[in-house]
Every structure is written in C-alpha cells, then in structure tokens.
C-alpha cells in the first residue's frame, strides 16, 4: 500500500513538473505578427490587398509548383512575376524581402529603385516583384 501511495505521489510530481514547463514554453512563444501588402497601380495606392503570416510566398499559382501564400497570377502585373518569387519573413522582429531566384527581379525603393537578393522591410516601405509594386504595412 505504501509503494502504491508513492508511486501515486511520484507521478503527481512528475505530471506537476511537466506542466509547468509546458506552461512556460507557451508563456515565451511570441505571436506571430502580421503584415499587409498593398499593391500600387500607376504611383497610386489600389484597394488590393494581401494579408501576410511569415513566412510567405509571393508569385503565381501553377499546378505543378504547388500552392503559394500571395498568388499575383489574377493581377495584371502578375505576368512579370514568377511562380515562387520572393518571400516575406520576420526573423527576430525584423522583417525581409528574399528573392528566389526570380527572372524579373526583387527591388526596394530607397531614393530609386535598387534591385536586392534580401533586404529589410520596414512599415511604408515601398518595393517591387517584377513590375508590380507595393507598399508593406505592419498590421
């Protein structure tokens, strides 16, 4: 009877001990942010918009490539972007634009338009897939 009291104790220790670091994994997993991207037509801002969970994938759907998080492909300016053309990504609080090899280029307007394999993103930032332009604003 004693041996099974212990073991019952033990095992009530053991099952309090492996909450509590449960509960402290939860408590310092930081919520992912979000971001939006808004699509400039002709220097103007338009009412397209796309919600962005990094990392995100940013192109043209194909079949045969699979799914990606942004597709362009119903856009007009989809045409000068590839499939996979670049993705969004937040690493430690900063945010980036990764290019993926794309055919038309990845670009982030400082005093002009620079082309960049990666390059940090900040709110009103301004940058370009190909020719279709955005403004990225954290949500």
């Known amino acids: 009877m004693t041996n099974e009291i212990e073991d019952q104790a033990a095992v009530a220790d053991m099952e309090q001990a492996h909450d509590g670091i449960v509960d402290t994994q939860a408590e310092a ?37 699979g799914p ?35 055919s038309n280029g990845t670009f982030v307007l400082h005093d002009d338009f620079e082309r960049v394999e990666e390059a940090e993103l900040v709110n009103g930032q301004e940058f370009a897939l190909g020719n279709a332009r955005f403004v990225f604003q954290l949500e």
Do not use: M, N
């Open 29 to 65: 997993a930081p919520l992912a942010q979000t971001a939006k991207l808004v699509l400039k037509r002709g220097g103007v801002l338009t009412d397209v918009e796309f919600i962005v969970h990094p990392p995100a994938t940013i192109g043209r759907f194909d079949p045969s490539i």
């Open 68 to 102: 990606i998080d942004v597709d362009l492909g119903p856009q007009p300016e989809g045409a000068y972007v590839s499939r996979k053309h670049a993705r969004i990504v937040c690493e430690d609080g900063v945010w980036k634009v990764v290019d993926l090899g794309s």
